[in-house]
């Protein structure tokens, strides 16, 4: 379900579309903020010990595809089905691969959400605001 606390959430996405928007998460993050230090966590529905969930993970956008391609194949995080979270420092961009299998992102840095969600293959996803998201939950209530 999209997010009501974020600022943008996805529709719900197949789950080989959010394989693939993982998956290009590190280039699409090299390139907009350059060789940066992020923070990664395990979430909600990740095949680790309850105690590693929401532990932050220090790693680079240099390297962090290690990451996620090893916590794939480990089978630590299932695309779709896990919450998988990246934030840059100052909590500019966070992005929630979430376990509902779409996308919320928010962040302080508009600009840099501006371009993420413009960034390929996110630009071919439908995002919803956070103002879209809580006026369909308060018409279906």
């Not at 840059?88 to 509902?100: G, I, Q």
């Amino acid at each position: 379900m999209a997010s009501k606390a974020a600022k943008f959430s996805t529709d719900y996405l197949p789950k080989e579309q959010m394989h693939a928007a993982l998956l290009a998460l590190p280039d699409v993050l090299l390139n907009l903020v350059g060789e940066h230090k992020i923070v990664a966590m395990y979430g909600w529905k990740t095949k680790i010990h309850g105690s590693l969930h929401w532990q932050p993970m220090n790693d680079d956008t240099r390297w962090m595809q290690y990451l996620i391609e090893d916590s794939i194949e480990q089978k630590i995080v299932t695309p779709g089905e896990s919450d998988f979270i990246f934030e840059v420092p100052a909590k500019r961009l966070e992005v929630m691969f979430c376990h509902e299998s779409d996308i919320h992102l928010d962040g302080t840095d508009d600009e840099l959400l501006q371009q993420f969600m413009t960034s390929e293959p996110y630009l071919q996803m439908h995002w919803h605001t956070q103002a879209d998201v809580q006026k369909s939950m308060s018409k279906d209530a």
